[in-house]
Structure formats: structure tokens, C-alpha cells
């Protein structure tokens, strides 16, 4: 996704920062305990998702210092690796659990639902400064 510079005022920069303060992954509170209950933590894949999470936390870190300081000419260079990592990793991610899922964690859809709605609810675990 090529977007060109000129396309991005001021007010789209910072609506892009508002948008990143929910960014806070539900997976790591609610779905991971979940699947650990059930699997343990064959490989470590779990927490390398964990960790993945961390590395997502960080570029949107590296984001929000852009459009803090009214970088314009390294929103893009910030914005994209996000999007790519973000894509790759939600990509990845669904692969992991989906080859963790056994038919007992389909019977534990209510409490899946439940988690993550107490997730959605609670203030993030993450504090972005911006």
C-alpha cells in the first residue's frame, strides 16, 4: 500500500495516533491463558506470540512519536512497518490457535466471549503516552 505523502494533512496524522490508543492485543489476557489451560505451551509458540505483541507495542510507539512531533515525512516510514508486522502477526497468530483449538475449547465459547469482553472493558494493560 503505496499512499503519497501529500494525501496526509495534519488532522488525518493525529486521528491515526487517537485510532492507536485502543490498540492493546486481547489475545495476551484472555485467549492465551485459555490455550495454555488446554495445551500447555507446546514450543513456546504462546509466548512468542507474547513476545510479537511487545514488538507491535513498540512500533506503535515509534508511530505515536511521529505524529507527536508532527514528522511528516516519516509518517509512512513508521506507519508501514506497523501495518505489515500488524497483518503478518494477526495472520500468524489465527494459524497458532487454530492448530491449538480441540473440541473442548469450542465448548468454552461462552467463556471465551466473557474474557474477552472483560478485556474490551478493562483499561489496557499497555499506557501509550500519547
Known amino acids: 500500500m503505496v499512499i503519497p505523502f501529500s494525501s496526509f ?14 490498540f492493546t492485543p486481547g489475545s495476551d489476557s484472555a485467549l492465551h491463558p485459555l490455550f495454555r489451560e488446554e495445551n500447555g ?16 507495542a513498540h512500533l506503535v510507539h515509534d508511530l505515536a512519536y511521529i505524529i507527536k512531533s508532527n514528522d511528516f515525512d516519516h509518517f509512512l516510514d513508521s506507519l508501514q ?31 471465551i466471549i466473557a474474557r474477552l469482553k472483560t478485556v474490551e ?9 500519547f
Open 9 to 22: 494533512t495534519t488532522r488525518q496524522m493525529h486521528a491515526s495516533g487517537h485510532a492507536l490508543r485502543g
Open 41 to 56: 505451551d507446546p514450543d513456546g509458540v504462546i509466548s512468542h506470540l507474547s513476545d510479537k505483541h511487545d514488538y507491535l
Open 81 to 111: 512497518p506497523l501495518h505489515h508486522a500488524m497483518n503478518r502477526h494477526n495472520k500468524h497468530e489465527e494459524k497458532v490457535f487454530l492448530n491449538l483449538a480441540k473440541p473442548s475449547i469450542l465448548m468454552r465459547r461462552e467463556e
Open 121 to 129: 472493558d478493562k483499561q489496557p494493560r499497555r499506557v501509550w503516552d
